[in-house]
């Protein structure tokens, strides 16, 4: 069992930067593939950054590709999404995700097993 917690979102002006973390608790979570989603007023959740475990390698959204990073500190058992030259359409909730090992797309939603509550990102023109 996973359980995370997301912090970080606020509103900001267009061209800031921010960044947000994910808290997880669990044992499994050290060997999970992590991910983060968003979700704006009417629209489906969509994918924006994941990284793989074991390989460490990222995955970014097109729209995101450039200025956001994802990242992972083992130590404390969090992930995060560091957000450079935010513009408007980037506002939505956030959120963090995880699931096992497995040769889905990393962008996928359906694969991801646990998420966290989300937090909202408001970016203003």
């Known amino acids: 069992q996973v359980q995370l917690v997301e912090s970080g979102g606020r509103m900001v002006q267009a061209g800031d930067s921010l960044r947000l973390s994910c808290v997880a608790s669990g044992r499994t979570f050290g060997s999970y593939t992590k991910a983060w989603f968003r979700q704006a007023p009417g629209k489906e959740r969509e994918f924006v950054a994941a990284?793989?475990?074991?390989?460490?390698?990222?995955n970014y959204a097109d729209s995101v590709k450039g200025r956001f990073t994802i990242s992972i500190d083992n130590a404390r058992n969090t992930v995060y999404l560091q957000m450079n030259s935010l513009k408007p359409e980037d506002t939505a909730v956030y959120y963090c995700a995880a699931r096992p090992s497995t040769i889905a797309t990393l962008q996928s939603r359906a694969t991801y097993l646990y998420w966290g509550q989300g937090t909202q990102v408001t970016v203003s023109s």
């Open positions: 990284l793989r475990w074991p390989t460490d390698s990222t």
